[in-house]
């Protein structure tokens, strides 16, 4: 696997601020005064990309995302986008060529469906499971480095459609159609009891649809600081998405030089004709 040329151009993040963090550095000789310690993530992100340790450059890119954003740093984290975006892309193929091997997604209803070792590939998670078990399941793969990818579906409406959910800080939704058309089984807790096949195709259009309404649901009129943050928001819920961070880059670009809001960000929750 080879990385996008802009995955490494965007990695060259330079400044001349000072540098507290020492660890993990790939240029240890070099004095610290010259190196922001965002960047010094990026420099160690950027080893990572080239030994091909995904695991290890999308977790100091997503360190140095969230760093960058308690600075209001969003020209830092614009470039940091698609390094982190490459690294996880680069951990979602190996995912999708295990079950190209294997021939199908693995839908999971219930824990002790995951037999044995959690194995590379893409999973499905169905009720009476929830998107938070989806959550944990990927937080488990990134920890022992097993590259999955996972959604999680709740139970067919009454329109024929199954709704995704991402869950992280919030949580995304949206509708699709099932990979087959389904009778509706009011006495199934997935209201369809389906338990499979689901194809590799469906599986990464569900999954593109789920970033996709993300993007589409982000409220122009918002102030460019909380557009930025409602898209790291979504990105939590569902890293897997690519055009999820190009739209974080995105609202990056368009917050730098942007003062500070004020009061806070508005919430779905509140009320209009509240006191």
């Known amino acids: 696997m080879h990385l996008h040329a802009e995955a490494r ?3 060259s993040i330079q400044s001349d601020q000072p540098d507290p963090i020492t660890e993990g550095d790939p240029n240890p000789g070099r ?3 010259e190196v922001h310690p965002i960047d010094r993530l990026m420099d160690r992100a950027s080893l990572a990309l080239a030994e091909t340790r995904y695991f290890d ?13 308690r600075d ?7 470039r940091i986008c698609l390094p982190l975006q490459e690294a996880r892309r680069q951990i979602r193929q190996v995912a999708t060529d295990a079950v190209s091997q294997r021939g199908t997604v693995q839908v999971v209803s219930h824990p002790g469906d995951l037999r044995g070792p959690l ?6 998670i169905q009720p009476p499971m929830i998107g938070a078990d989806a959550r944990v399941l990927r937080e488990t793969a990134v920890k022992r480095r097993i590259p999955i990818a996972v959604l999680a579906r709740e139970p067919l409406t009454r329109k024929g459609l199954w709704p995704l959910v991402g869950v992280g800080e919030v949580s995304i939704r949206v509708q699709v159609d099932p990979p087959r058309p389904l009778e509706r089984r009011d006495d199934h807790i997935t209201k369809d009891g389906y338990e499979g096949p689901v194809s590799l195709a469906w599986f990464e259009s569900a999954g ?6 993300a993007i589409a649901d982000l409220d122009p009129d918002l ?8 898209m790291m928001e979504a990105l939590d819920a569902y890293p897997e998405h690519e055009k999820l961070h190009q739209a974080l880059a995105a609202a990056c670009r368009d917050a730098i030089g942007v003062p500070d809001p ?11 004709f509240s006191f």
């Open 57 to 69: 450059a999308a977790n100091d890119a997503a360190h140095a995302l969230n760093r960058a954003r």
């Open 208 to 213: 593109e649809a789920l970033g996709d309404k």
């Open 262 to 272: 004020v009061g806070r960000r508005p919430s779905p929750l509140d009320n209009p």
């Open 119 to 124: 194995q590379p590939g893409c999973y499905l």
């Open 223 to 230: 102030h460019p600081h909380w557009r930025v943050d409602e």
């Open 72 to 78: 209001n740093d969003f020209e830092r984290m614009a």
């Open 31 to 33: 004095p610290t005064t």
């Open 9 to 11: 151009d965007a990695l």
